[in-house]
């Protein structure tokens, strides 16, 4: 059976981008007589806020979409995301980073900054430094041998499915634990589609690249994989991606503003 999800984060008000990639995942389950599953993905604790969860339900809501109960809230599960990091740490395939921005800017591959030196490591912890988990690509790459070179995932494209090599360099050892957090997206996200047993991912070809780092977390964990699907995106007169951080107008506002969920629909060519 065809199963999807919709996973925004609750950082700020949804905007018709949101709703852009709302109803190309309803659609795509309507059209294979499947599901969707909405999925908060709110594991940022310094930005999401309870509101703006409370305001993701009455969006969707309005637009007409609705899923089935209950909603697996990311914050909510931190243990099963940091019990992940720890199969991966026990393995051998993460290390701990205490590196800020500016250490990596100075290092020759800000992407593989590889572990610190052990008594480098050991004094920090004893200062009670914060760290970070990354995934070791040396490390996976070892591990799988020649499979490592096999990797690959599947896209729904326009004139049907095609098969890509991941790359999981392009994304270096990625932080699969952050250091305000137990997890970080790729891990929790990638996690979360497994157990929920996600047949297809529906999402804004802003995360066409993610698939070759969770691919190799699929491989790694021994996770299934999904079938991916990348939409256009939305952008303003100035030819800027919507944002919530650049507060885009929001759909609450459109709202009072008068507009209706149909002109919204039409709008994005959902008529």
Same mark, same amino acid.
Request: glycine fraction near 6%.
């Given at each position: 059976?065809?199963?999807?999800?919709?996973?925004?984060?609750?950082?700020?008000? &949804?905007? &018709?981008?949101?709703?852009?990639?709302?109803?190309?995942?309803?659609?795509?389950?309507?059209?294979?007589?499947?599901? *969707?599953?909405?999925?908060?993905?709110?594991?940022?604790?310094?930005?999401?806020?309870?509101?703006?969860?409370?305001?993701?339900? %009455?969006?969707?809501?309005?637009?007409?979409?609705?899923?089935?109960?209950?909603? #697996? *809230?990311?914050?909510?599960?931190?243990?099963?995301?940091?019990?992940?990091?720890?199969?991966?740490?026990?393995?051998?395939?993460?290390?701990?980073?205490? %590196?800020? %921005?500016?250490?990596?800017?100075?290092?020759?591959?800000?992407? %593989?900054?590889?572990?610190?030196?052990?008594?480098?490591?050991?004094?920090?912890?004893?200062?009670?430094?914060?760290?970070?988990?990354?995934?070791?690509?040396?490390?996976?790459?070892?591990?799988?041998?020649?499979?490592?070179?096999?990797?690959?995932? +599947?896209?729904?494209?326009?004139?049907?499915?095609?098969?890509? #090599?991941?790359?999981?360099? &392009?994304?270096?050892?990625? *932080?699969?634990? #952050?250091?305000?957090?137990?997890?970080?997206?790729? &891990?929790?996200?990638?996690?979360?589609?497994?157990?929920?047993?996600?047949?297809?991912?529906?999402?804004?070809?802003?995360?066409?690249?993610?698939?070759? *780092?969770? +691919?190799?977390?699929?491989?790694?964990?021994?996770?299934?994989?999904?079938?991916?699907?990348?939409?256009?995106?939305?952008?303003?007169?100035?030819? @800027?991606?919507?944002? @919530? #951080?650049?507060?885009?107008?929001?759909?609450?506002?459109?709202?009072?503003?008068?507009? +209706?969920?149909?002109?919204?629909?039409?709008?994005?060519?959902?008529?």
């Amino acid at each position: 059976m065809f199963r999807t999800r919709f996973a925004p984060s609750p950082t700020y008000y &949804l905007h &018709l981008g949101h709703a852009l990639s709302a109803l190309h995942v309803w659609r795509a389950a309507a059209e294979a007589d499947g599901e *969707v599953f909405l999925r908060i993905e709110d594991i940022d604790t310094t930005r999401c806020q309870p509101e703006y969860t409370e305001a993701i339900f %009455r969006d969707l809501h309005w637009l007409g979409l609705d899923w089935p109960q209950p909603v #697996r *809230v990311q914050s909510e599960h931190f243990d099963a995301y940091a019990a992940c990091v720890d199969t991966l740490q026990q393995a051998g395939l993460a290390y701990r980073c205490f %590196r800020t %921005r500016t250490d990596l800017a100075q290092l020759p591959n800000p992407l %593989r900054p590889g572990p610190h030196a052990a008594a480098d490591e050991a004094a920090r912890l004893e200062n009670g430094e914060l760290f970070a988990w990354r995934l070791s690509l040396s490390a996976a790459r070892a591990q799988l041998g020649a499979a490592w070179d096999r990797l690959a995932y +599947t896209e729904k494209m326009p004139d049907g499915l095609q098969s890509h #090599r991941a790359q999981p360099d &392009l994304h270096g050892d990625i *932080v699969i634990a #952050r250091k305000d957090s137990p997890s970080a997206y790729h &891990l929790a996200a990638t996690y979360d589609d497994a157990l929920q047993g996600m047949t297809h991912i529906v999402r804004g070809e802003d995360l066409i690249d993610a698939p070759h *780092v969770q +691919t190799l977390l699929q491989a790694l964990m021994d996770w299934p994989q999904p079938v991916y699907r990348h939409h256009a995106l939305l952008y303003d007169e100035d030819g @800027k991606k919507l944002s @919530k #951080r650049q507060k885009s107008i929001s759909l609450a506002s459109l709202r009072a503003e008068g507009m +209706t969920a149909q002109q919204v629909r039409a709008r994005l060519g959902f008529a």
